[in-house]
């Protein structure tokens, strides 16, 4: 089992910056995929960035230049720099992590943090 903590959301003005950190316990050997999922309101959960243990990285369209994922194997910690936020990235954030190289629905999933971009 894996357990997922993520921190650093809040309200932010658009064009705005947030870092969100997202710390792995428990069997955490066994993680190679780490990432960041959304949910906005009325809508399905979508992948925003994922990394593997070997630093390969993957991310959404509406996020390429200004998010940058990155992880610190050491400290078993991934975390998310959002840079020139805008409305539209508004949703909860899912930190996750699989034994694969891509998140799975059935791998382990944090509780979610919400991001806020409003004036």
């Known amino acids: 089992q894996v357990q997922l903590v993520e921190s650093g959301g809040g309200l932010v003005q658009p064009g705005g910056s947030l870092r969100l950190s997202c710390a792995a316990s428990?069997?955490?050997?066994?993680?190679?995929?780490m990432g960041w999922y959304r949910q906005a309101p009325g809508k399905q959960r979508e992948l925003v960035a994922a990394?593997?243990?070997?630093?390969?990285?993957n991310y959404a369209d509406s996020v390429k230049g200004r998010f940058t994922i990155s992880r610190d194997n050491a400290k078993n910690t991934v975390y998310l720099q959002m840079n020139s936020l805008k409305p539209e990235d508004t949703a909860v954030y899912y930190c996750?992590?699989?034994?694969?190289?891509?998140?799975?629905?059935?791998?382990?999933w944090g509780q979610g943090t919400q991001v806020t971009v409003s004036s």
């Open positions: 996750a992590a699989d034994s694969r190289a891509t998140i799975r629905p059935r791998g382990s």
């Open positions: 428990g069997s955490i050997f066994s993680i190679n995929a």
């Open positions: 990394i593997t243990f070997g630093g390969t990285t």
